[in-house]
């Protein structure tokens, strides 16, 4: 999966990915993982708005997006304005207790996350194919900062049963690629839905994990 598959996403608003209202299991579930106050990292961020559900809630949030019209749309769908300037190999939207660079994620390095106090995932490891998931959770378990704990919510669904992304993520998976970093959680698994489509006989469920 190349990086062009995500701009020609957001240059044609294929955008099924995005919800309009902050996650469920993020309200739930995101206080037993970090306190207010504390920095949470989104990767793949997009413009999601589980971001502004973590600022309103007192979290400072630092998120990365591979695409800017994704950044950009953020801030103009809620009215706000940021101050922009680049940061090395970012280009860096910076508002408040908001941060988020555009840029290649695989480009981070340890420098960079060394705020981070906690991380959180809805959407990013099951955009990925499984190589890149593989690359995906050695680059967040190497680079994030010791003390940094994570919610990760995954889907499942039976082989075939549609191509991804997003893609189906099972709990082995959560478990062989986080298991040397990370005690791993279960948290709730239950009926999914995928790019906001929940049919009667939905095989989709979701799972969202704990890891410290």
Same mark, same amino acid.
């Given at each position: 999966?190349?990086?062009?598959?995500?701009?020609?996403?957001?240059?044609?608003?294929?955008?099924?990915?995005? !919800?309009? #209202?902050?996650?469920?299991?993020? !309200?739930?579930?995101?206080?037993?993982?970090?306190?207010?106050?504390?920095?949470?990292?989104?990767? /793949?961020?997009?413009?999601?708005?589980?971001?502004?559900?973590?600022?309103?809630?007192?979290?400072?949030?630092?998120?990365? &997006? /591979?695409?800017?019209?994704?950044?950009?749309? @953020?801030?103009?769908?809620?009215?706000?304005?940021?101050?922009?300037?680049?940061?090395?190999?970012?280009?860096?939207?910076?508002? %408040?207790?908001?941060?988020?660079?555009?840029?290649?994620? @695989?480009?981070?390095?340890?420098?960079?996350?060394?705020?981070?106090?906690?991380?959180?995932?809805?959407?990013?490891?099951?955009?990925?194919?499984? #190589?890149? !998931?593989?690359?995906?959770?050695?680059? /967040?378990?190497?680079?994030?900062?010791?003390?940094?704990?994570?919610?990760?919510?995954?889907?499942?669904?039976?082989?075939?049963? !549609?191509?991804?992304?997003?893609?189906?993520?099972?709990?082995? &998976?959560?478990?062989?690629? @986080?298991?040397?970093?990370?005690?791993?959680?279960?948290?709730? %698994?239950?009926?999914?839905?995928?790019?906001?489509?929940?049919?009667?006989?939905?095989?989709?469920? &979701?799972?969202?994990?704990?890891?410290?």
């Amino acid at each position: 999966m190349e990086a062009s598959f995500w701009h020609e996403r957001w240059e044609n608003q294929q955008i099924g990915f995005h !919800r309009p #209202e902050a996650h469920e299991m993020l !309200r739930r579930y995101f206080k037993k993982v970090a306190k207010p106050g504390a920095t949470v990292f989104v990767p /793949l961020c997009g413009k999601s708005n589980d971001m502004l559900w973590l600022l309103d809630n007192g979290y400072r949030v630092f998120g990365i &997006e /591979l695409s800017d019209i994704a950044v950009q749309q @953020f801030f103009s769908d809620n009215e706000l304005t940021p101050t922009v300037t680049q940061k090395g190999k970012f280009k860096e939207y910076a508002l %408040d207790e908001l941060v988020i660079w555009v840029g290649d994620f @695989f480009e981070l390095t340890g420098a960079d996350m060394t705020d981070v106090d906690a991380w959180y995932d809805r959407a990013a490891m099951v955009a990925l194919p499984p #190589e890149m !998931r593989t690359r995906y959770v050695k680059q /967040l378990s190497e680079q994030l900062p010791e003390r940094a704990q994570g919610l990760l919510i995954t889907l499942q669904y039976p082989a075939g049963y !549609r191509e991804g992304p997003p893609f189906s993520v099972s709990e082995g &998976e959560v478990e062989s690629g @986080f298991g040397q970093r990370f005690s791993i959680e279960q948290l709730e %698994d239950d009926e999914g839905i995928v790019n906001g489509e929940q049919p009667e006989d939905n095989p989709v469920t &979701e799972q969202v994990y704990q890891l410290t």
